[in-house]
């Protein structure tokens, strides 16, 4: 049996462990707090990626290692070793332990920060926790979820407008920074600003890493501020 | 697209269908389901098992409880209970029973490398 079908079994039997009891004795379902079918896909997926949740009094990471972290502390087949989320990366390999300063950093950050690739609606390779604030959308969603930040996030009015910035900031390797309107998860439009740079590998464009930062609580004097800044220079 | 008289889209519908039909313990729920009066509840993990003397019975049992029953519940399929843990049939059983139905009928059609006993165990599938 291949990994993906075993890892429903080992969360719960994590899950069990990290309360002290066996699987079949796990007080809620699994799956009341989210989709089983997710984690298989991550364990399925083969890319550097893990999934995160919250489940009563715990939270679980799986990697697409299948392995699985209760409350940052690694389980295999429901017992308890000695790695730490603090010693690794999302690759399964013992890393630096300043990795989750790192992750915790990125999420208090006023601002979301990604980096996607330099294809239609680009495809989103990194995305911040705290994205979920901005969008609606957890940061697997754009991973291995099927959500497409350039197709699904932007207002279609936008996207011409949104495609030229970046478009130009490719042609002159200088930084981008263009104003748009962002819809959410749940309907909801935002005006965001987006300030962008194209990574390239030689002359070929490979990747665009950048920071939105979501404009609707500006006051008006700022939100014009801000627009100005955009209009006067708006690759810079 | 074309819609189904609910409003759901017929196409989501295939292929949430096929999606819950790719577990080899969803198919088997069915099928017993299937064989079995239409309003009688059945044990499990008793009839999730594919073959007694290969598998865990408390292991399906908790792939049951965490994963199948759920997925198979959220599209009204099936309905079941923790206690007494059982399964019967749901509002939309008619949908994987179709499927499952036609599966088992056109099963001597099936070429070898779609060996029949992965669709479901033998002896509930013939």
Redesign the interface.
């Known amino acids: 049996m291949s990994r993906h079908n075993e890892i429903?079994?080992e969360?719960?039997?994590a899950l069990a462990a990290a309360n002290g009891t066996d699987?079949?004795s796990?007080e809620y379902?699994?799956?009341?707090y989210v989709d089983?079918?997710m984690i298989e896909r991550v364990v399925a997926s083969n890319t550097a990626t893990e999934l995160s949740f919250q489940v009563p009094g715990h939270e679980v990471t799986v990697t697409a290692d299948a392995e699985v972290f209760i409350d940052g502390i690694s389980y295999r087949t429901g017992r308890r070793s000695p790695i730490s989320t603090s010693e690794r990366s999302v690759d399964g390999n013992r890393e630096m332990p300043d990795q989750r300063q790192l992750q915790r950093f990125f999420t208090n950050l006023p601002c979301t920060v990604y980096q996607s690739r330099n294809e239609a609606g680009w495809p989103i390779e990194f995305i911040s926790g705290n994205c979920h604030e901005l969008t609606g959308y957890e940061p697997n969603a754009f991973i291995i979820g099927g959500v497409n930040f350039g197709f699904d996030l932007i207002h279609p009015d936008d996207c011409d407008r949104v495609d030229a910035a970046v478009d130009a900031a490719i042609e002159s390797e200088s930084p981008f920074s263009v104003m748009y309107r962002l819809q959410t998860a749940d309907g909801v439009e935002k005006n965001v600003i987006e300030i962008g740079m194209p990574l390239f590998d030689g002359s070929e464009p490979l990747s665009i890493v950048g920071a939105i930062v979501d404009l609707t609580d500006m006051n008006q004097e700022q939100a014009q501020a801000v627009s100005s800044l955009e209009q006067a220079n708006p690759h810079k | 697209m074309m819609e189904t008289p609910d409003g759901g889209v017929v196409q989501d519908r295939w292929e949430q269908l096929l999606?819950l039909l790719s577990a080899r313990p969803r198919r088997q729920i069915v099928v017993s389901l299937l064989d079995a009066p239409a309003d009688q509840r059945l044990p499990l993990p008793a009839v999730a098992l594919t073959s007694p003397s290969q598998a865990d019975p408390?292991?399906i049992?908790?792939?049951l409880?965490?994963?199948h029953l759920?997925?198979l519940a959220?599209a009204d399929y099936i309905r079941w209970e923790h206690e007494p843990f059982c399964v019967r049939r749901g509002p939309r059983f008619s949908e994987p029973a179709a499927v499952m139905r036609l599966f088992q009928e056109s099963v001597d059609q099936l070429p070898e490398t779609l060996e029949q006993e992965w669709l479901v165990e033998a002896h509930e599938s013939s």
């Open positions: 429903i079994y969360v719960v039997a699987p079949g796990l379902t699994l799956a009341d089983p079918t | 999606r408390e292991r049992a908790v792939e409880r965490h994963h759920p997925a959220s």
